[in-house]
Nanobody, 127 residues
Framework: QVQLVESGGGSVQPGGSLRLSCTAA????????VGWFRQAPGKAREGIAS????????YYADSVRGRFTISRDWPKSTVYLEMHGLKPEDTAIYYC????????????????????WGQGTQVIVSS
């Protein structure tokens, strides 16, 4: 069974940092583009970052650019989302997703382009 697993969520104060991890069970994550999405309470899920299979292409939503960094570790077959300068509005459930097609500028944020999803990890930013 193809499955993604997120980890690293938690509660932090504003200005704090977290690193989320995304791993895969049942397939090699290295062969896929990976995106991070989040869903805040009462809001639609939104794409916030995406990375190509080679890591040569990275995309960020305006709301997180400059604070979040997406990367991948091939030996560990893991994709990370480093989050710094966290704000209360970053509070959400964070999901990773994998896609066989190359993420690009027109559609890296489109969740319909992603083929497999994790269950999510909660991030709470509060004082």
């Amino acid at each position: 069974q193809v499955q993604l697993v997120e980890s690293g969520g938690g509660s932090v104060q504003p200005g704090g940092s977290l690193r989320l991890s995304c791993t895969a069970a049942g397939f090699e994550l290295d062969a896929y583009g990976v995106g991070w999405f989040r869903q805040a309470p009462g809001k639609a899920r939104e794409g916030i970052a995406s990375i190509s299979k080679s890591a040569g292409r990275k995309y960020y939503a305006d709301s997180v650019r400059g604070r979040f960094t997406i990367s991948r570790d091939w030996p560990k077959s893991t994709v990370y989302l480093e989050m710094h300068g966290l704000k209360p509005e970053d509070t959400a459930i964070y999901y990773c997703a994998a896609r066989t097609s190359m993420p690009g500028q027109p559609d890296w944020w489109d969740e319909g382009k992603y083929d497999a999803w994790g269950q999510g990890t909660q991030v709470i930013v509060s004082s």
